[in-house]
């Protein structure tokens, strides 16, 4: 089981650089590192992301996020998947492991060439990451990383293809 953070409205005005606020997504098998939010967009299931799709961060913080909103990259959003990568087969390697992993793949990933083709300053990092029940139950392997500001974002940040 994952400790779960509050997430309070006011994570908004936090500095957002860096952050990293694990939400527990036990139906989807994934972790979503960030949270806040609005709503409005289509619901779809953590596992029907793709590189390219803007969404929404939750509402409110849960112990189980399974869904998030899909809006257009070009109206307001909190995060855009900017790539994704599997994790090496084999047993749970520990939720630590995963999200060591994934925070330094994801990290380097927006720092690097997102933020460099999007001309957008202030980027962060979050993922999905998969949880052990998803790991041994759907072979989930995959992490999804996102890239977020400390503002909406109103345009994509990556080509769906070039992820």
């Known amino acids: 089981a994952v400790a779960v953070a509050a997430v309070l409205a006011a994570l908004r005005l936090l500095p957002l650089a ?60 909190d995060a855009e998947v900017v790539t994704a990568f599997d994790l090496p087969a084999g047993d749970f390697p520990g939720e630590e492991e995963v999200q060591r992993t994934a925070e330094q793949r994801c990290g380097a990933f927006v720092a690097g060439p997102v933020t460099a083709a999007a001309g957008v300053e202030g980027l962060a990092a979050d993922w999905f990451a998969p949880t052990e029940e998803g790991w ?25 293809g070039g992820g």
């Open 18 to 77: 860096g952050l990293a606020v694990a939400l527990l997504a036990g139906a989807a098998g994934y972790l979503l590192t960030a949270a806040a939010g609005r709503g409005g967009g289509t619901v779809v299931g953590v596992h029907d992301l793709r590189i390219g799709d803007c969404y929404q961060f939750p509402d409110e913080a849960a112990e189980a996020v399974a869904t998030v909103e899909t809006v257009p990259c070009t109206s307001a959003h």
């Open 136 to 160: 041994d139950l759907d072979g989930d392997r995959t992490v999804l990383c996102g890239a977020y500001a400390d503002r909406p974002l109103r345009a994509p940040l990556v080509d769906p």
